[in-house]
């Protein structure tokens, strides 16, 4: 099992009001597997993001992410991990706008200090593999449409070829045409053997996947 949460809790104290975003929550990800995780605003979704994403830890309970129980790990572990295992898709595309697409894709690499000439070449298979024309490689960011951002976005996850992929509302930003053809691209990924998890609102999404969890009041259920 590539990801396995056991009975993990996440409580916020916030003086007089204390949070309990996550309550007792069990949920195990085989390699290779497709899930997404639905829920309403408010339900604890972006607190599961965050663990599973090594973002953050638990109150009480367990995280283990290719064996590796994140809860006890420092903050130095925690960040390799995420460099190297995980890759991150978000809604409003994080990409940094003085930056090239190519630049963006390149950055993951740089910071694990892979050579240039090597961070070039990546770059352009990654471009090729989520169908992006080589024209765009020095575009900035808002030279691109919302959809090849997505699409650069998507590329930089990929960077250093992590285990996990986790998408938060891939297709939040993004027209139902575009989304589709994102949310084909992942599954397209999925079936070259990538762990894909969806967190979303969008029954739609659902569509696309193996498996769907609902979370409601930090709970989740199938």
């Known amino acids: 099992m590539i990801i396995e949460l056991k009975d993990v809790t ?37 607190t599961l993001l ?17 064996g ?14 995420r460099r190297d295992k995980i890759g991150f898709v978000f809604q409003k595309f994080n990409l940094i706008p003085t930056l090239t697409a190519a630049e963006n894709v390149e950055l993951p690499m740089i910071f694990k200090k892979v ?8 770059a352009m298979e990654l471009f090729a593999m989520v169908n992006l024309d080589e024209q765009f490689l020095d575009h900035k960011p808002s030279e691109l449409s919302s959809g090849q951002q997505q699409r ?3 590329a930089r996850a990929l960077a ?22 994102i949310m084909e691209l992942l599954g397209a990924l999925n079936e070259e053997g990538r762990t894909i998890i969806v967190v979303t609102h969008d029954p739609r999404l659902s569509d696309y996947s193996k ?12």
Request: some cysteine.
């Open 10 to 46: 996440k409580i916020y104290d916030m003086g007089k009001n204390v949070i309990r975003a996550l309550d007792h929550v069990f949920l195990g990800v085989e390699e290779g597997e497709f899930v997404t995780l639905m829920g309403p605003s408010g339900s604890g979704k972006s």
């Open 50 to 66: 965050n663990m599973l994403g090594c973002l953050d830890v638990p109150t009480e309970g367990e995280i283990f992410i290719d």
């Open 68 to 81: 590796s129980d994140i809860s006890k790990l420092e903050d130095e572990e925690l960040t390799k991990i």
């Open 115 to 122: 050579p240039p000439e090597k961070c070039h070449e990546r």
């Open 152 to 154: 650069v976005a998507i």
């Open 160 to 181: 250093n070829d992590p285990l996990i992929l986790l998408a938060d509302e891939p297709t939040g930003n993004l027209d139902t045409k575009t989304g589709k053809s």
């Open 211 to 222: 498996r769907t969890m609902r979370i409601v009041d930090g709970g989740l259920c199938s």
